[in-house]
């Protein structure tokens, strides 16, 4: 955040000259409304009535008044006291039982409260709203909706530039709504306006600093990215208001200079200049709030003297006149890749920052329900949770980054599954095997199997069609990888034996082997996926699969790859697209031809989160009990919200996944 400010100071210093700027152009307002009851008024929000726009109104926060109802000439149509009104923002069609959600402050209380509103001209209808407890004192809200998942969040600016995320959801009953925190965050000193454009992106002003571009995703990386500066910028000594037009524009209300800049998001928020506003000889002054909706501009007019605080309202094609910037189309709504939920989540891991990385499924054929998933904490250890997430078992045997098993390994005459690990403690392979009666995990490598890398980081396990003999590949983040014949011992340990090195120019870590196919896929990060025989000697030569310059579909980094199988040689394969927080499918057999990506979004009904940043993934088409009667993807969630919490992994069902891409269920045709 530091450099970009530094940055964008050193471009805007060289920039601005020392010459006097000229007075921006004025443009008229086309009304104004009654002034405030109380002591000052800020935030305003438009209720569009799409059938009779002359019915629109404007619904006001009038402080001590509580909330005023403008039509569009001014008029004060009603005041309706429900509470100490500092600021408001509204969503049409998303309130419990119909009708638009209007979120308002209530300075005394600091307390966001929530309305159902009809035509404005009624009193709003008061909606129960649990679960919130701002920790900040609360200046500013603002709401917004998600493009990715249509979640509805609500902002919450206050002291010390504190912002908290909360996402709201209809209560159980429909009465009311609930509130679930999705994040906090901080700019350093205090915020006191937003605006969301429900395509991405929300816009917070920070008085003395500026104004600030953060990804509205919760999932998503906090990186916040300057819009304009304060002083060294645009912007004269105060950022206030801010909106954004239907024609995606923004607008900041330049407070000191009594004045209000525009911008262009979609050319890189270039400045496109600044004009003021007047009802007639009476200039808009300190203007507070500004809102854009239902084709009208209401800014706050905080000193209108003599009278006390109002709003000025314009129409925003007058806007664009006055500063001669042609009028344009709403921008196109972003791309929606198809929704999935989960419907578990393991419990978090004990410890913060980047912990979970990768899940292995066994699958219990005798009892489908009490089937595992093995997760890597690749700060500690290894955790076997049970189908509804919960922990049966933790072994604190090093920092183990990539998990994978298979079963049928003979070891002291009878066949058992062997489960493998890359441990960057110990530098060498885990190994184990799992106790389908007790579902827990016993050491059983013949010692420390070195691998001879400095970091040993992804694996994945084959089992050769072709002589029954189990393999293991481990690679690193320098490119290097390598395979080992997994050996039993007279003793009943278990030892890797090196058959061949198999190195990459960049890094790689994802990789997963069709055992019927006798073929290897591994992700090279910043590269895309390669194809190979997995086979010691022979096999297919290496070629790339999908590379992520030519797959739109793919943002590096590739992380985590499984197979999702439909028989002996059709199926699925399923690859972690980190950089854009989503799934690609590839067609097992042929080609491996690209079938379609998709997202796991927010599930409100179970109260888990989407899934983000993952790391490593896997997918089975065998039955793991109720509600996973098709299988199910298991993937890492590198961003665990709503509440924050340490991350964790989520499981998916395959009737989901299936449903949102078209495709086909195991068993099903």
Same mark, same amino acid.
């Given at each position: 955040?530091?450099?970009?400010?530094?940055?964008?100071?050193?471009?805007?210093?060289?920039?601005?000259?020392?010459?006097?700027?000229?007075?921006?152009?004025?443009?008229?307002?086309?009304?104004?409304?009654?002034?405030?009851?109380?002591?000052? @008024?800020?935030?305003?929000?438009?209720?569009?009535?799409?059938?009779?726009?002359?019915?629109?109104?404007?619904?006001?926060?009038?402080?001590?008044?509580?909330?005023?109802?403008?039509?569009?000439?001014?008029?004060?149509?009603? @005041?309706?006291?429900?509470?100490?009104?500092?600021?408001?923002?509204?969503?049409?069609?998303?309130?419990?039982?119909?009708?638009?959600?209007?979120?308002?402050?209530?300075?005394?209380?600091?307390?966001?409260?929530?309305?159902?509103? @009809?035509?404005?001209?009624?009193?709003?209808?008061?909606?129960?709203?649990?679960?919130?407890?701002?920790?900040?004192?609360?200046?500013?809200?603002?709401?917004?909706?998600?493009?990715?998942?249509?979640?509805?969040?609500? &902002?919450?600016?206050?002291?010390?530039?504190?912002?908290?995320?909360?996402?709201?959801? %209809?209560?159980?009953?429909?009465?009311?709504?609930?509130?679930?925190?999705?994040?906090?965050?901080?700019?350093?000193?205090?915020?006191?306006?937003?605006?969301?454009?429900?395509?991405?992106?929300?816009?917070?002003?920070?008085?003395?600093?500026?104004?600030?571009?953060?990804?509205?995703?919760?999932?998503?990386?906090?990186?916040?990215?300057?819009?304009?500066?304060?002083?060294?910028?645009?912007?004269?000594?105060?950022?206030?208001?801010?909106?954004?037009?239907?024609?995606?524009?923004?607008?900041?209300?330049?407070?000191?200079?009594?004045?209000?800049?525009?911008?262009?998001?979609?050319?890189?928020?270039?400045?496109?200049?600044?004009?003021?506003?007047?009802?007639?000889?009476?200039?808009?002054?300190?203007?507070?709030?500004?809102?854009?909706?239902?084709?009208?501009?209401?800014?706050?007019?905080?000193?209108?003297?003599?009278?006390?605080?109002? &709003?000025?309202?314009?129409?925003?094609?007058?806007?664009?006149?006055? $500063?001669?910037?042609?009028?344009?189309?709403?921008?196109?709504?972003?791309?929606?890749?198809?929704?999935?939920?989960?419907?578990?989540?393991?419990?978090?891991?004990?410890?913060?920052?980047?912990?979970?990385?990768?899940?292995?499924?066994?699958?219990?054929?005798?009892?489908?329900?009490?089937?595992?998933?093995?997760?890597?904490?690749?700060?500690?250890?290894?955790?076997?949770?049970?189908?509804?997430?919960?922990?049966?078992?933790?072994?604190?045997?090093?920092?183990?980054?990539?998990?994978?098993?298979?079963?049928?390994?003979?070891?002291?005459? *009878?066949?058992?599954?062997?489960?493998?690990?890359?441990?960057?403690?110990?530098?060498?392979?885990?190994?184990?095997?799992?106790?389908?009666?007790?579902?827990?995990?016993?050491?059983?490598?013949?010692?420390?199997?070195?691998?001879?890398?400095?970091?040993?980081?992804?694996?994945?396990?084959?089992?050769?069609? *072709?002589?029954?003999?189990?393999?293991?590949?481990?690679?690193?983040?320098?490119?290097?990888?390598?395979?080992?014949?997994?050996?039993?011992?007279?003793?009943? *340990?278990?030892?890797?034996?090196?058959?061949?090195?198999?190195?990459?120019?960049?890094?790689?870590?994802?990789?997963?082997?069709?055992?019927?196919?006798?073929?290897?896929?591994?992700?090279?990060?910043?590269?895309?996926?390669?194809?190979?025989?997995?086979?010691?000697?022979?096999?297919?030569?290496?070629?790339?699969?999908?590379?992520? *310059?030519?797959?739109?579909?793919?943002?590096?980094?590739?992380?985590?790859?499984?197979?999702?199988?439909?028989?002996?040689?059709?199926?699925?394969?399923?690859?972690?697209?980190?950089?854009?927080?989503?799934?690609?499918?590839?067609?097992?057999?042929?080609?491996?031809?690209?079938?379609?990506?998709?997202?796991?979004?927010?599930?409100? $009904?179970?109260?888990?989160?989407?899934?983000?940043?993952?790391?490593?993934?896997?997918?089975?088409?065998?039955?793991?009990?109720?509600?996973?009667?098709?299988?199910?993807?298991?993937?890492?969630?590198?961003?665990?919200?709503?509440?924050?919490?340490?991350?964790?992994?989520?499981?998916? %069902?395959?009737?989901?996944?299936?449903?949102?891409?078209?495709?086909?269920?195991?068993?099903?045709?």
């Amino acid at each position: 955040m530091r450099s970009s400010l530094m940055a964008l100071a050193a471009a805007l210093a060289a920039s601005t000259a020392t010459a006097q700027t000229p007075p921006p152009p004025t443009v008229a307002a086309s009304a104004e409304t009654a002034a405030t009851k109380s002591t000052g @008024t800020d935030g305003a929000a438009v209720l569009v009535d799409a059938a009779d726009p002359a019915r629109s109104v404007i619904l006001a926060g009038a402080e001590s008044a509580g909330l005023d109802v403008f039509d569009a000439r001014g008029q004060r149509i009603a @005041t309706h006291a429900i509470g100490n009104i500092r600021a408001v923002d509204l969503r049409a069609g998303v309130a419990p039982g119909g009708g638009a959600l209007l979120a308002a402050l209530d300075g005394p209380s600091n307390m966001p409260r929530l309305f159902r509103v @009809t035509d404005g001209r009624a009193a709003p209808v008061p909606l129960a709203l649990a679960g919130l407890k701002p920790d900040l004192t609360v200046a500013g809200l603002c709401l917004a909706r998600s493009h990715r998942d249509d979640t509805l969040y609500l &902002f919450l600016l206050g002291d010390h530039g504190g912002i908290e995320q909360w996402s709201l959801y %209809p209560a159980a009953g429909g009465a009311g709504m609930e509130a679930r925190l999705a994040r906090r965050m901080a700019l350093g000193s205090e915020t006191g306006y937003c605006a969301a454009d429900d395509r991405g992106s929300v816009y917070i002003s920070q008085e003395v600093v500026g104004v600030w571009r953060l990804v509205v995703e919760p999932e998503a990386e906090i990186v916040p990215e300057i819009v304009d500066i304060v002083r060294l910028g645009h912007i004269t000594e105060e950022a206030k208001g801010v909106a954004v037009a239907p024609d995606g524009r923004l607008i900041v209300a330049d407070a000191s200079a009594n004045r209000l800049n525009l911008y262009d998001p979609e050319a890189d928020f270039a400045y496109l200049g600044s004009v003021a506003m007047a009802a007639g000889a009476d200039a808009v002054e300190d203007p507070g709030s500004v809102t854009a909706a239902g084709g009208l501009l209401i800014v706050a007019d905080d000193d209108n003297s003599p009278e006390m605080p109002n &709003f000025k309202i314009a129409s925003w094609q007058a806007v664009l006149d006055a $500063a001669k910037l042609p009028a344009r189309p709403a921008p196109a709504a972003p791309k929606r890749m198809p929704l999935v939920h989960a419907t578990v989540e393991t419990e978090p891991m004990e410890t913060g920052g980047d912990a979970a990385d990768d899940p292995a499924i066994w699958i219990d054929r005798n009892d489908p329900s009490r089937s595992v998933v093995i997760g890597t904490q690749k700060q500690s250890g290894l955790y076997v949770y049970d189908m509804s997430g919960k922990k049966i078992q933790y072994l604190a045997d090093g920092r183990m980054n990539n998990v994978d098993l298979r079963e049928g390994f003979r070891l002291g005459g *009878k066949p058992v599954t062997l489960v493998t690990a890359s441990n960057r403690t110990t530098k060498g392979i885990s190994i184990y095997t799992l106790d389908p009666a007790t579902r827990q995990l016993t050491d059983v490598a013949d010692g420390i199997q070195t691998t001879g890398f400095d970091d040993p980081y992804g694996l994945c396990m084959y089992r050769s069609a *072709k002589g029954g003999r189990t393999y293991v590949f481990v690679n690193q983040t320098d490119g290097k990888m390598r395979q080992w014949e997994l050996v039993a011992t007279p003793a009943g *340990k278990v030892q890797a034996k090196l058959v061949r090195d198999l190195p990459f120019t960049t890094q790689v870590e994802g990789c997963v082997a069709d055992d019927e196919a006798g073929v290897l896929y591994v992700g090279e990060e910043d590269v895309g996926i390669w194809r190979q025989g997995a086979e010691p000697r022979g096999g297919e030569p290496r070629r790339m699969m999908a590379a992520i *310059k030519d797959n739109p579909a793919l943002k590096d980094d590739v992380e985590g790859m499984s197979l999702y199988r439909l028989d002996a040689k059709r199926g699925y394969l399923i690859v972690s697209s980190q950089g854009n927080d989503s799934y690609a499918v590839f067609r097992r057999e042929g080609n491996n031809a690209y079938v379609g990506s998709f997202v796991v979004g927010a599930n409100a $009904a179970a109260g888990i989160d989407g899934v983000s940043e993952t790391d490593g993934l896997d997918v089975t088409s065998s039955s793991a009990g109720p509600g996973f009667e098709g299988g199910f993807m298991i993937a890492q969630d590198g961003r665990n919200v709503s509440p924050p919490e340490h991350q964790n992994f989520k499981l998916v %069902p395959w009737k989901g996944i299936a449903a949102a891409l078209g495709l086909e269920t195991a068993g099903k045709r």
